[in-house]
């Protein structure tokens, strides 16, 4: 299985929801990545776990908190988001987190509107 | 600095014919240079990828070019058919061990 699965694929929310985007791969990969991607635009890094723990926040604001319950599954929970917030939320894992193997493989990902 | 140039933003070739994509950088520090490729509707995937110690490298129709003094690396689409149809991103892996994202080429092979 060299998949990673991301859900769901399209997801409308209101400002004052609150929503939560799952991810999951069985490669036995140890670290596990969430981008932003806007339309015509390259992948922007949110957030980086390795081996279960967060290694990296890109700044990213407090109404996105990301969450790693186990080393197979991503969770990126969602408050009060805002209208620039939609975009296509992306979900990756690597072998290892830095240098012995940097090829990432990507979700599909979820495609987000906020109204 | 971890700028990365891409270009061209958008490429029409024909079917057949050789589509090139060209990424220019500045960190002399980088040590991993691939290629990305996304469809619409998906998540991007790794094409192919090279590192400074060769100047180029061939997997089927695609293939690297690594020109380190120029700090620069295309990648080349041999023969290209409609199903190339995608965006392509150059990502070098940065000193932070994160891949920094040229801005994209949207490749459109006409049949």
């Known amino acids: 299985d060299t998949e990673v699965t991301q859900t769901p694929k399209h997801l409308v929310m209101g400002m004052t929801n609150k929503k939560s985007l799952k991810c999951e791969q069985h490669m036995g990969h140890r670290a596990m990545y969430w981008y932003k991607q806007k339309a015509k635009k390259p992948p922007e890094l949110m957030f980086v776990y390795s081996y279960e723990k967060l290694s990296i926040n890109e700044s990213v604001p407090s109404r996105f908190s990301p969450e790693c319950p186990n080393s197979s599954l991503l969770n990126l929970h969602l408050h009060a988001l805002q209208p620039e917030d939609s975009a296509l939320y992306l979900c990756?894992?690597?072998?290892?987190?830095?240098?012995?193997?940097?090829?990432?493989?990507f979700g599909s990902g979820t495609q987000l509107s906020v109204l | 600095q971890q700028q990365v140039k891409q270009s061209p933003q958008s490429l029409i070739v024909q079917k057949g014919g050789i589509s090139i994509i060209n990424c220019a950088y500045e960190n002399t520090a980088f040590d991993y240079f691939p290629w990305y490729q996304q469809f619409p509707g998906k998540g991007p995937a790794l094409l192919i990828a090279i590192r400074p110690d060769v100047s180029e490298k061939k997997e089927g129709r695609f293939t690297i070019s690594f020109n380190k003094s120029a700090k620069q690396f295309s990648l080349h689409i041999m023969d290209s058919q409609p199903g190339d149809s995608a965006t392509y991103f150059c990502a070098p892996l940065g000193s932070n061990y994160q891949l920094i994202w040229g801005a994209g080429t949207k490749l459109i092979i006409k049949p």
């Open positions: 990756a894992s690597s072998h290892e987190p830095t240098g012995t193997n940097e090829k990432l493989f």
